[in-house]
């Protein structure tokens, strides 16, 4: 069994990530990256003459990619870290596609070759939800999965190859009810490209259920759990039919709970009546796109959807929240599960005789280019294993040079390849 992380019932295990499969296509081949001169000495060693007692993570966007676009210097970095047997990982707030398909883009694009045992996306840790996988085939339950490529099942496959059974999209619902959203009319045709049939029909009867409508619901579309894999395209769609399941009653989509603003029950009734889990990828206000200024993420519409929430239920103010959970950068639970894949990384790269793993790892070094994501998540995070972490901020993506950092790194620098060196000094490597 792989190595796992236990947040209370829940062990994080993915396959994934310790299947030791490297992702280089076959007859593929990388040419030898330019290293600057001062560090060409460090190649010609075979194996460097002490192990490394520190490691790096590096975030993609904005630190190696500017959307497609290599970053000057990135190859670099990482090509002088595996000449000198210098673990990393890279760890991204980025989805929406298979990990094996970005690690082999990646290695194309920065010619450096990866594996899949040191890559972690947003979504990665979602294969260790078992409790929504495969269950009630028969009943029409299904989990809905949010994000991708518009209209596409890009992230239905990745959700699939997790090991979750009839996996639906709002694409596969507005396919079968064009009413269920007025204004999206314009991409219906795309949509049903990609759609499939519903595992169940949806149920269409009365919304406002009494005592005993169960048996008029059996057999009828239910939804268990709510995945935002990654940036929704349709807002206006996703928005409503997330809203919808989370009003409803025990996610029997076209269906209303009788407990809401039930002023007796806690949050008023609202999510007290089995609607399925929300779950959000990454908290994500901005990423680094192709376009000079940040785009909105995930976050964005993660606020959009707290603040429709508040205007549905009467608010905060009164004494009602939005039940969610959200992973990824920087919550405690991914950094914890990246600091796991780093040191079953670590252990693979310089071999078990070493005693490596995460036993004599005093630092981390963590090179991001968002003040809110991964500056913050490894100044906050507290290592069970007492490694220290290291905040590295690069000025290539959504940090704005000049600016005043939200969460101030230990270290702000032009580039990773600067970040590299920086940590490189920093733990006394020569």
Known sequence: MAPGVSFGRTVFRSPLLFSGRVSRPAGRTYRPVAVPPVYRSFQKASAPSKVPDFAFVFDIDGVLLRAATPIPRAS??????????????????????????????????????????????????????????????????????????????????????????????????????????????????????????????????????????????????????????????????????????????????????????????????????????????????????????????????????????????????NGVILHKEVWGKPTQLTYTFAENVLGSWRGKMLGAGTGCGLEGLRNVYMIGDNPESDIRGANNYQSPNGTSWNSVLVKTGVYLDGSEPSCPPKAIVDDVFSAVEWGMKHSGWK
């Open 76 to 317: 670099e970095a990482l090509s002088l870290l595996q000449s000198q047997k210098i673990p990393f990982i890279l760890l991204t707030n980025g989805g929406g596609t298979s990990e094996a398909a970005r690690v082999a883009e990646l290695s194309d694009k920065l010619q450096v070759p990866l594996d899949l045992a040191n890559f972690v996306q947003s979504h990665t840790p979602f294969a260790s939800l078992e409790a929504y996988k495969g269950h009630g085939d028969a009943k029409g339950e299904a989990v809905l999965v949010i994000g991708g490529e518009e209209g596409g099942d890009v992230c239905r496959k990745v959700a699939e190859s997790y090991g979750f059974k009839n996996v639906i999209t709002p694409g596969d619902l507005y396919a079968a009810h064009p009413d269920l959203w007025p204004f999206s009319k314009h991409l219906l045709e795309y949509y049903r490209k990609h759609s499939r049939p519903l595992p169940a029909p949806v149920y269409r009867g009365p919304h406002a259920l009494s005592p005993g409508s169960d048996a008029a619901l059996r057999n009828h579309l239910r939804c268990t759990c709510i995945l935002v894999f990654n940036d929704p395209r349709d807002w206006g769609l996703d928005t409503t039919i997330v809203t919808d399941l989370l009003l409803s009653h025990q996610g029997y989509l076209g269906t209303t709970s009788p407990l809401n603003n039930h002023p007796s029950l806690p949050n008023k009734g609202y999510q007290q009546d089995g609607q399925p889990p929300l779950y959000f990828s990454n908290p994500d206000l901005w990423w680094a796109a192709r376009w000079h200024l940040s785009r909105l993420g995930q976050g964005a519409f993660r606020e959009t959807l707290d603040g429709l929430w508040r205007s549905i239920t009467g608010g905060e103010g």
